[in-house]
């Protein structure tokens, strides 16, 4: 692929970090957020359905992977590790940090707080409920941990360090989209995974774009969208893995120096933004090996990879079998479980 001859930021001689401006989530292009929420994975974890009587308290600990509070109905508090307790009241969206442990009061009872014990946790095929039987609930809260991410390395919360709030309305729906969440994982049925992370996914768009037209811009706090110009670069990595990307072409649709763009990318991600586009591209070739027909060289020159030998190598790596193998266990997998 012809590179650029410069970047329009100049020739990048003795240039640094420090010329790179990070703009507001909420001045990214359209096309840019497109690219990513359309490329977000979901995979859901666990949902929780919280029942909480008035003048009780429940405390879950620490867990791997962020987690959608969304209060039903009812009012009370919540607090994450230990910290001040905010209010809940109806339909209040709340994301907790991963390995945060968090709890939940109901209002309405005077005296201190009953804790609910564990023998009161109950599950029911995919669905956790705690709560007090016989008890009337004063807070329903849905509770969903989830992992959101780009490929196997890039997850959009896992850096978050502190609750993203967002107050909806019932116009919204997005009980609804919780709820039908719950009874595809009760259901058991085809595809069950599927549809539960795509019901996810919907709610947290939708928890974006109210982001976007919010006062309190919490989408600020997450580096891969905080940089318009290194999110851009990114964008049309998710966007088009197996396109001829160089750091020069990369560096040239961020509008950055070479230097510039390996030194920004590297402090975002944590690495080098061909080691990225590689974890993208094995992530496009899994996606091409379960849900298509094609040949692997086919499969391959998609993912970028002109070498079928140079592929077969770098996909046994991220999955420690080959891509022929891949697809095979994986269509047995599903045969297994229907799902």
């Not at 318009?228 to 072409?249: K, L, N, Y």
């Not at 944590?270 to 974890?279: A, E, F, I, K, Q």
Request: charge should be neutral; proline fraction near 6%; aromatic fraction near 8%.
């Amino acid at each position: 692929m012809q590179k650029p001859t410069q970047s329009p930021t100049g020739s990048g001689q003795g240039e640094g970090t420090e010329s790179i401006i990070p703009v507001s989530a909420s001045a990214l292009a359209a096309a840019d957020l497109n690219s990513l929420m359309r490329a977000l994975e979901i995979e859901v974890v666990a949902l929780t359905e919280m029942l909480i009587p008035s003048g009780y308290r429940a405390e879950m600990g620490r867990f791997d992977a962020p987690a959608i509070h969304y209060t039903i109905s009812g009012t009370g508090r919540i607090s994450f590790g230990g910290g001040p307790s905010m209010p809940l009241e109806p339909h209040l969206l709340v994301i907790k940090p991963p390995n945060t442990p968090f709890a939940i009061e109901a209002d309405g009872a005077s005296g201190p707080m009953r804790l609910i014990s564990h023998d009161c946790w109950k599950r029911h095929e995919g669905v956790l409920r705690i709560g007090i039987p016989n008890e009337q609930s004063e807070v329903i809260q849905i509770c969903g941990f989830f992992n959101a991410s780009f490929g196997q390395s890039v997850g959009l919360f896992r850096e978050l360090r502190e609750p993203v709030v967002e107050k909806f309305e019932p116009m919204d729906k997005i009980d609804l989209k919780l709820r039908e969440a719950i009874a595809e994982l009760c259901a058991q049925e085809i595809a069950m995974g599927a549809m539960t992370a795509t019901l996810l996914k919907q709610v947290i768009i939708a928890l974006v774009r109210r982001s976007m037209k919010s006062s309190c811009n919490w989408t600020d706090r997450f580096s891969i969208l905080a940089d318009r110009q290194i999110t851009r670069a990114f964008a049309d990595m998710v966007a088009r893995p197996g396109a001829a990307h160089t750091v020069e072409t990369l560096a040239y649709s961020a509008s950055l120096s070479r230097s510039a763009f390996m030194a920004r990318f590297t402090q975002i991600f944590g690495r080098p933004p061909m080691t990225v586009l590689r974890d993208l591209r094995m992530r496009q070739a899994a996606l091409d090996l379960t849900t298509t027909s094609a040949p692997v060289d086919v499969v391959a020159y998609h993912a970028g990879y002109e070498s079928l030998s140079s592929f077969v190598r770098a996909f046994r790596k991220a999955y420690n079998v080959g891509p022929s193998e891949y697809r095979l266990r994986e269509k047995n997998e599903e045969s297994r479980t229907g799902a």
